[in-house]
T-cell receptor, first 115, second 116 residues
Framework: GAGVSQTPSNKVTEKGKYVELRCDPI?????LYWYRQSLGQGPEFLIY????????DSGLPNDRFFAVRPEGSVSTLKIQRTERGDSAVYLC?????????????FGPGTRLTVL | AQSVAQPEDQVNVAEGNPLTVKCTYS??????LFWYVQYPNRGLQFLLK??????LVKGSYGFEAEFNKSQTSFHLKKPSALVSDSALYFC??????????????FGTGTKLQVIP
């Protein structure tokens, strides 16, 4: 079946611009996660959705970052006033929650470059 | 706070030899433990996880991992390495919560290079 998809695969923007990154999870997965992966690092948690609501957004670095999942499926990560330090690969994952045992399945990521 | 350590940035092994990629963790209580592999310009692919029971967990592509509670380790192993195993490997830990969401924390990754 179809896995997690993310668009665009690459995004180049200028400092100060607004960007949106999209994630389409595996069908039926109610849990959705966003991570940020910087060069040479592991994925760093940003936000977790259970259904339509953000159950944990403690990983969002500041108020320039925001994410939505209005219908409990597709999610959009929004970054305002981008900074060069936002350059990273943004990964999305989804799962069927099962008391923490659930396996998160990752998309291919969006590589964001802020010039 | 939970943490994961992958002490080796890179592991080199000859094709056909056994491989080990090390992982140690720090977390309150008993954790769930995961290994993922990442190929260039790809997302993370799930390899295996430890939930409970047998300390030796078998996963995809012939990989296995051994949970050692006393050493708080979860090393990834394979009896015979293939060149195609060359990739970046991530260990991850998730605390067992009494209820509610628990975050997954990833290590910094170990690059495995299998030499023909």
């Amino acid at each position: 079946g179809a896995g997690v998809s993310q668009t665009p695969s690459n995004k180049v923007t200028e400092k100060g611009k607004y960007v949106e990154l999209r994630c389409d999870p595996i069908s039926g997965h109610t849990a959705l996660y966003w991570y940020r992966q910087s060069l040479g690092q592991g994925p760093e948690f940003l936000i977790y959705f259970q259904g339509t609501g953000a159950a944990d957004d403690s990983g969002l670095p500041n108020d320039r970052f925001f994410a939505v999942r209005p219908e409990g499926s597709v999610s959009t990560l929004k970054i305002q006033r981008t900074e060069r330090g936002d350059s990273a690969v943004y990964l999305c994952a989804s799962s069927v929650p099962y008391g923490g045992q659930d396996t998160q399945y990752f998309g291919p990521g969006t590589r964001l470059t802020v010039l | 706070a939970q943490s994961v350590a992958q002490p080796e940035d890179q592991v080199n092994v000859a094709e056909g030899n056994p491989l080990t990629v090390k992982c140690t963790y720090s977390v309150s209580g008993n954790p769930y433990l995961f290994w993922y592999v990442q190929y260039p310009n790809r997302g993370l692919q799930f390899l295996l996880k430890y939930i409970t029971g047998d300390n030796l967990v078998k996963g995809s592509y012939g990989f296995e991992a051994e949970f050692n509670k006393s050493q708080t380790s979860f090393h990834l192993k394979k009896p015979s390495a293939l060149v195609s195993d060359s990739a970046l490997y991530f260990c991850a830990v998730r605390p067992r919560g009494s209820g509610g969401y628990q975050k997954v924390t990833f290590g910094t990754g170990t690059k495995l290079q299998v030499i023909p």
